[in-house]
């Protein structure tokens, strides 16, 4: 409940609950902000960590195709039979690059999801005051102005 200064005029009084809906609104918009800031942040270095794994998976896989090359080239000149070794390891790393590959996109679908339950939340609360501040219907037997739950008396004093 909030009560009007006395000879107050409505309008200002009208104007003086919008304020305060308006920083309810702000409040509310920031802590909505700070909870999903914070898992927006963990989910990003996620994927930084998983992008460097790829690109340490990838460097080591030109390592491996170095050796191979080099192994062709001496099995050739001592004609030996290359091993097969080195390309099992590079056809493990391409494995485990795709999956890591498929969990980065994981997360990014992840981070899409929570902005937008960001943005319905806050589109949430922003509704909830839009509606308080438009619906002020004035009872004028009564003197009162209600906004939904919150009731107002305004009582003019001569």
Do not use: C
């Not at 005029?9 to 309810?24: R, T």
């Not at 195709?65 to 391409?94: C, D, F, G, H, W």
Request: charged content about 30%; aromatic content about 4%; cysteine-free.
């Amino acid at each position: 409940r909030k009560y009007s200064q006395p000879n107050q005029p409505l309008d200002s009084f009208i104007q003086e609950i919008a304020l305060e809906l308006g920083e309810k609104l702000q409040r509310k918009y920031a802590k909505i902000k700070a909870k999903y800031n914070a898992r927006k942040e963990k989910i990003k270095r996620q994927i930084a960590l998983k992008l460097a794994q790829v690109d340490a998976l990838s460097q080591e896989i030109q390592q491996l195709k170095t050796q191979i090359a080099i192994q062709t080239t001496l099995s050739i000149l001592m004609k030996k039979k290359p091993q097969v070794t080195l390309r099992n390891k590079i056809e493990q790393k391409q494995n485990k690059i795709a999956r890591l590959l498929q969990e980065i996109n994981d997360l990014k679908y992840k981070l899409e999801l929570l902005n937008i339950k960001e943005k319905e939340e806050i589109d949430k609360e922003l509704e909830k005051i839009k509606t308080k501040i438009q619906t002020i219907l004035i009872k004028p037997s009564k003197k009162h102005i209600i906004v939904n739950q919150v009731i107002l008396l305004w009582i003019p004093i001569p």
